[in-house]
């Protein structure tokens, strides 16, 4: 008969067990081992995933660059994981409540990933920026990308204390300024507003664009 109240799980656990089913990490030339590879991994994401979306796109624009720093995060924050993960002396000493705060926070690396991804695509020409529209869809790519993951990052500081900050502080900022800089440049449109530029033949007409993401307005 399985046990009514089965013991949750502790941090640390989930984290060798992970190490261990996903990287292979059975001791420390292992644990070594599966850094190294990280590392070297997020190295080649930055030559090898623009390579791909120029080869296939001749372009690699936004989606291309984007899709680089989350391989390149991913792996860095894995190497970090693997390498700090039995120096108990940098964990937090703050122990996991399991309330709704934490539940939150549970989704901020989610947030930071799929925030701006979801905010670039309603901005990205799919439905068609207009004069009526145009503020709506930026101020939800901005919600997305800048508002959500700080949102979502706060109910984590909480466990920044002791020598965890050295670690987790840098890290909480640093990921967390990723998504928000995808949107500053639809926040300073949003702040000054369209302008007006010449296009036609000869620039006899006049249309409105966005200077910072460099988009035209239709009708």
Known sequence: MSDPNPRRKSPPEISNYVARQYFG??????????IRSCLLGAAAAWILVPALF????????PLG???????SVYLLLSA????????????????????????????????????????????????????????WLYGLRVLLAAAVPV???LPLTRYVRGKAALIALPLLVGITFLPISSAMNASLDLWEGPTTRPVGPGAAQLALFLRHTERFLSA
Not at 54 to 61: A, P, Q
Not at 99 to 106: E, K, M
């Open 151 to 153: 949102v979502l990052a």
């Open 65 to 71: 660059w984007g899709t680089t720093v989350f391989f």
């Open 54 to 61: 120029y080869l296939r796109f001749r372009n690699v624009g």
């Open 25 to 34: 990490v059975t001791d420390e030339a292992s644990r070594s081992r599966a």
């Open 80 to 135: 970090i994981g693997l390498f700090f993960g039995p120096r108990k002396e940098f964990h937090s000493p703050v122990a996991l409540r399991g309330d709704w705060a934490d539940r939150l926070g549970a989704f901020w690396l989610v947030g930071c990933v799929f925030g701006p991804f979801i905010g670039w695509i309603v901005t990205s020409g799919a439905i068609p920026l207009t004069l009526s529209s145009w503020r």
